[in-house]
């Protein structure tokens, strides 16, 4: 599984600022990489972000929790989510909340994609 911690720094980053104003297919945003997991960063502001992600098949990340709670929305494929113990199939189209503070994992079962949107209070 691979480990994965976001940037928050707050820069303007042209790649970003590009999407800005334009009709977006967030599956288009990000390429599949054997073996691994890639992303690509869509919003990064201090109240949340917006990141989409990419993952080969059998990649994941490991259990652990974030401060605040986050939207995971499967954009194509299909993975496993464990939260709290609880383990769910996800597919294309579908949505959780990983609640603050409590232990969460995903897997991939086939290649997939994600977007994942941070709220901070």
């Not at 929305?73 to 909340?97: D, F, P, Y």
Request: hydrophobic share 40%.
């Amino acid at each position: 599984m691979a480990e994965f911690q976001l940037e928050h720094g707050g820069k303007p980053d042209r790649k970003r600022e590009e999407l800005k104003g334009k009709v977006l297919r967030l599956p288009e945003l990000v390429e599949y990489a054997e073996g691994t997991v890639a992303s690509r960063m869509v919003i990064n502001r201090k109240c949340g972000s917006i990141t989409i992600f990419s993952f080969d098949e059998s990649e994941g990340l490991s259990e652990h929790t974030a401060p605040f709670d986050a939207v995971v929305t499967i954009l194509e494929g299909e993975c496993e989510v464990w939260v709290a113990g609880t383990i769910s199939r996800m597919k294309t189209g579908e949505t959780i909340i990983f609640p603050a503070n409590v232990p969460h994992a995903l897997s991939a079962i086939t290649r997939f994609k994600m977007s994942l949107v941070m709220i901070k209070e």
